[in-house]
């Protein structure tokens, strides 16, 4: 099976524009889970998905949302960006949720300047 | 509040020696922990999982991970370490509950050097 695949990998971006990176799921897993790496903050959750309902959020702003669509690809934006967003953002997909294991895509590095 | 410890930034071993990357948690109820391996501009990649079962869980690799309940420690270990294990590795609990849905909490991450 194919990975979970993430577009675009790299992206530059100026202060007060907006973002969209997009999550392709493995072929089957239903649930998509984001999440923010910095060398400061290390991994911290943003969100997950399944069946197109937001079932958890992280403590992050409101700029930060994200849907899912029929066919399980998620898509994530940041409004407004700041100096600070800049960061790998993962995306993960797992078959159900529990006690299963997730499935990390490459990773989009977001560099705002 | 739920939470993982790695407490070493950067773990050096020996090319052929046994490795030990060390985690412990706090987690309301039993825990689903997890080890998880990148490496550099990569991704996270899936090592093993601990759920239920025999404490002591194999995964990809060669490695394998030991739970230990009363210590809340969830180490991970490899026999003999190769060069190519060098990487950054995290340790990852999910608690029970509709809060934690689809949530992973990550330690900080160790780095670990196998030197030949």
């Known amino acids: 099976k194919a990975g979970v695949t993430q577009t675009p990998r790299y992206l530059i971006k100026t202060r007060g524009q907006q973002v969209t990176l997009s999550c392709s799921p493995i072929?089957?897993?239903?649930?998509v889970s984001w999440y923010q790496q910095t060398p400061g903050q290390g991994l911290q959750f943003l969100f997950e998905?399944?069946?197109?309902?937001?079932?958890n959020k992280g403590n992050f702003p409101g700029r930060f949302s994200g849907r899912q669509f029929s066919n399980s690809r998620s898509e994530m934006n940041v409004s407004t960006l700041e100096l600070g967003d800049s960061a790998l953002y993962l995306c993960?997909?797992?078959?159900?949720?529990?006690?299963?294991?997730?499935?990390f895509g490459p990773g989009t590095r977001l560099t705002v300047t | 509040a739920q939470s993982v410890a790695q407490p070493e930034d950067q773990v050096n071993v020996a090319e052929g020696n046994p490795l030990t990357v060390k985690c412990t948690y706090s987690?309301?109820?039993?825990?689903?922990l997890f080890w998880y391996v990148q490496y550099p501009n990569r991704g996270l990649q899936f090592l093993l999982k601990?759920?239920?079962?025999?404490?002591l869980v194999k995964g990809s690799y060669g490695f394998e991970a030991e739970f230990n309940k009363s210590q809340t420690s969830f180490h991970l270990k490899k026999p003999s370490a190769l060069v190519s294990d060098s990487a950054l590795y995290f340790c990852?609990?999910?608690?029970?509950?509709?809060?934690?849905?689809?949530?992973?909490?990550f330690g900080q991450g160790t780095t670990l050097q196998v030197k030949p």
């Open positions: 993960a997909s797992s078959l159900r949720d529990s006690n299963y294991e997730q499935y």
């Open positions: 072929s089957g897993h239903r649930s």
């Open positions: 998905y399944f069946s197109e309902t937001q079932r």
């Open positions: 987690v309301s109820g039993n825990p689903y």
């Open positions: 601990y759920i239920t079962g025999d404490n």
């Open positions: 990852a609990v999910r608690g029970l509950g509709s809060g934690n849905t689809g949530k992973l909490i």
